[in-house]
Nanobody
Framework: QVQLVESGGGLVQPGGSLRLSCAASGGVFSGNYRGWYRQAPGKQREFVVI???????NYADSVKGRFTISQDNARNTMYLQMNSLKPEDTAVYYCNAPVLRAGETRFYWGQGTQVTVSS
């Protein structure tokens, strides 16, 4: 069974930092695009950042310069370093990635991790 397991969320004060992780189990990262999304209360899920297999990135304007995505393919893990956090960054953060298992590649979502930015 394939799972994307997220960790690293929590409560942080404005201006603080958090590092999210997303680890694939039951399969290996595959395909060209993987990324992070978030959903704030009462809002639709929105794009945060994607990264390609060759480490090209594309960030939402709202996080550009503050968030950094990275990946470790040997560990089937990707990360989201979030700095200078703002209250409007409060949301459940989800990772999304294509995972290869038994000859088939499918996109999977993580279970979500809560990030709360508040004083």
């Amino acid at each position: 069974q394939v799972q994307l397991v997220e960790s690293g969320g929590g409560l942080v004060q404005p201006g603080g930092s958090l590092r999210l992780s997303c680890a694939a189990s039951g399969g290996v990262f595959s395909g060209n695009y993987r990324g992070w999304y978030r959903q704030a209360p009462g809002k639709q899920r929105e794009f945060v950042v994607i990264i390609t297999a060759s480490n090209s990135t594309n960030y939402a304007d709202s996080v550009k310069g503050r968030f950094t995505i990275s990946q470790d393919n040997a560990r089937n893990t990707m990360y989201l370093q979030m700095n200078s956090l703002k209250p409007e960054d409060t949301a459940v953060y989800y990772c999304n990635a294509p995972v290869l298992r038994a000859g088939e590649t499918r996109f999977y979502w993580g279970q979500g991790t809560q990030v709360t930015v508040s004083s």
